[in-house]
């Protein structure tokens, strides 16, 4: 079942060796070719262009006391977010959890800081060394009547880690900071989502994008998600009741958890409009199976890059561009669609981990995966084996 695994703290990943014959995948390497809209060249959220994706991951002991924990950061416009901010907006599907810096997002429309994603006890500690970085490297925050607001959101990782050790570093968070990237993003059980798990398998960060044609005009949708939710038997993809058909891998079902979406685009949009994109990205979730339990945190933050607004401006008024609301809809689609695949991708790229007091969270079996969607005439042609 398990892949050899290598641990290290301060790295990209806790990767699995890629010449074993149980190496993860994505979904469309699978043959799982979820909607119509074509992804970006990654069909990642760093297809968005300015968007870098950096992790830290920190596995440290085995049994009792061990840990499974980590950041994601994601740097919204070539890490100038201090210095051009960019129209925004917040949703709470199910509010049982915590995003810091969304008040301001809320009233002013505009996000001013990078976003952090970990697990829900190692929020104040990456708050404190996210604030020390904006501090760093924007000269008008060095003075004390300056505030800054930075965007830390969190699910609870507890089943593989013993959170209350709280071993997570300001140079951690600086680390993933300085390894956050465009290209390709690691997936699965990585960063902020190395002691997630989702459907009753190990769950952590996935992402996927779409294209989308507006008007004569070439746009992109993107969306990050950090997945610790759902039970089992609620898992579909691509409307097949995965869940319900895999059998064995001790299933035991977890504590009602939590989920973080960020979606990103191109296209020029207003705070109001990005609120419904933010809406729709719960639309792409409930395509899942997932059905937003009590007790969950559900929560997402959308923004454009379409428009990049001075934090200073020299004059009183900013000039910027918008879809108009009769245009929008294939934004939705392309949303809903990449959400979906996002939260897919999270689960076919994660590996088996164990973690606190032995606990177990098996990978998605794959081959059981293909053979379930085979039996219901949802696998492309010619990826079967």
Not at 86 to 94: E, G, Q, R, T, V
Not at 153 to 178: G, H, P, Q, W, Y
Request: net charge positive; aromatic share 6%.
């Amino acid at each position: 079942m398990s892949s050899k695994l290598v641990f290290q703290r301060n790295n990209d990943s806790i990767h699995p060796d890629r010449s074993s014959p149980d190496r993860r995948l994505r979904a469309r390497e699978m043959g799982i070719i979820i909607g119509d809209l074509e992804p970006g060249p990654l069909n990642a959220i760093t297809d968005v262009e300015g968007v870098r994706v950096g992790h830290t991951t920190i596995s440290v002991g085995d049994g009792k006391g061990a840990v499974r924990t980590g950041v994601t950061v994601i740097l919204p416009n070539d890490g100038r977010i201090t210095e051009e901010q960019l129209c925004a907006a917040y949703f709470s599907l199910n509010g049982w959890g915590e995003m810091t810096g969304v008040a301001p997002i809320e009233e002013t429309g505009k996000l001013s800081t990078p976003i952090f994603l970990t697990g829900t006890y190692n929020v104040g500690i990456v708050h404190t060394a996210a604030v020390d970085y904006l501090r760093q490297t924007r000269l008008d925050a060095k003075d004390s009547t300056n505030t800054l607001t930075p965007v830390v959101a969190e699910c609870f990782d507890d089943f593989l880690s013993d959170t209350l050790r709280r071993l997570i570093t300001r140079e951690d968070v600086f680390n993933a900071i300085k390894k956050a990237k465009s290209g390709p993003v690691e997936e699965g059980s990585v960063g902020g989502g190395t002691g997630m798990t989702s459907f009753g398998f190990k769950g952590g960060i996935g992402t996927s994008s779409r294209m989308v044609a507006l008007n004569g005009e070439k746009f992109v949708v993107g969306v990050l998600v950090m997945t610790n939710t759902a039970n089992r038997d609620q898992l579909r993809i691509d409307g097949v009741p995965v869940g319900k058909e895999i059998k064995g891998y001790g299933y035991k079902e977890g504590k009602t958890k939590s989920i973080i979406l960020i979606a990103a685009t191109t296209a020029p949009l207003l705070p109001f409009q990005l609120k419904k994109i933010a809406k729709h990205v719960a639309l792409g979730l409930a395509q899942t199976g997932a059905i937003s339990q009590t007790g969950s945190g559900d929560i997402i933050l959308a923004f454009s890059t379409g428009n990049r607004i001075p934090a200073e401006p020299a004059g009183s008024f900013h000039k910027i561009r918008s879809v108009s609301d009769f245009w929008i809809s294939p934004l939705y689609q392309g949303t809903v669609e990449a959400t979906q695949e996002a939260i897919i991708n999270a689960l076919t790229a994660a590996q088996t981990v164990v973690g606190r007091d032995g606990n177990t969270a098996y990978g998605l079996p794959l081959d059981q995966v293909k053979r379930i969607m085979k039996k219901y005439n949802r696998l492309k042609d010619g990826y079967f084996e």
